[in-house]
């Protein structure tokens, strides 16, 4: 099994509706992160979260929240999806010191 | 915050060595710079970490001179299956995007 998984891999949806991407992850870390990317972008920063009770703002944050439902578990949401929110969501864990991201596989977003 | 600038693309052909410069002048005293990996469709890969001089493991070696203004990651012997986006972080830096990376392009 992956340390962190993403699910869906894929999902196509209607604007304006809502959807959730889910994290899980097996590393143990307290930090998790998700990240957003465009063809030809780098990733960018959506929110961040250093332990269960700690939620962040990233660069990117505006359309999007976050649950932190436990340690191994980090849900990105998307209230009422738009065209310019199709890309590629990455989630991405630490451990507290923050020396190294383990990536899971990505879940690609079109959004219609 | 540090933030990092490295070429946006590079090429190579298979065999040669590939050098990647990235530049953090403002790097912190306590950070560490770490590279990772990004292939089409995956998410990136960790592959070398270091703090000052030269680090080296199966895949990599990184240079940090002793101002640590910048960093070079080294791929000997570039293979095509190393055509990948490559990325120079400054951990701890959580509140910036890992940027464009530099795509490294290696021909047969």
């Known amino acids: 099994d992956a340390d962190v998984t993403q699910t869906p891999r894929n999902r196509i949806t209607k604007t304006g509706k809502r959807i959730m991407l889910e994290c899980s992850q097996t590393k143990g870390h307290d930090r998790m992160y998700w990240y957003r990317q465009d063809p030809g972008l780098g990733l960018r920063l959506i929110y961040y979260s250093f332990d269960v009770k700690d939620i962040n703002k990233g660069e990117i944050s505006d359309g999007y929240s976050v649950s932190r439902q436990a340690q191994a578990k980090f849900s990105l949401s998307l209230e009422s999806a738009i065209p310019n929110q199709t890309a590629l969501y990455f989630c991405?864990?630490?451990?507290?010191?923050?020396?190294?991201?383990?990536f899971g596989s990505g879940t690609r977003l079109t959004v219609v | 915050l540090a933030k990092t600038t490295q070429p946006i693309s590079m090429d190579s052909y298979e065999g040669q060595e590939v050098n990647i410069t990235c530049s953090h002048n403002?790097?912190?005293?306590?950070?560490?710079i770490t590279w990772y990996q990004q292939f089409p469709s995956q998410g990136p890969r960790f592959i070398i970490q270091g703090y000052k001089t030269k680090v080296t493991n199966e895949v990599a070696s990184l240079f940090i001179p002793a101002d640590r203004k910048s960093s070079t990651l080294s791929l000997p012997r570039v293979s095509l299956s190393d055509t990948a986006v490559y990325y120079c972080l400054v951990p701890y830096d959580y509140k910036l995007s890992f940027g464009a990376g530099t795509t490294v392009t290696v021909r047969a």
């Open positions: 991405a864990t630490s451990e507290s010191g923050g020396t190294g991201y383990t």
């Open positions: 403002n790097i912190a005293t306590n950070d560490y």
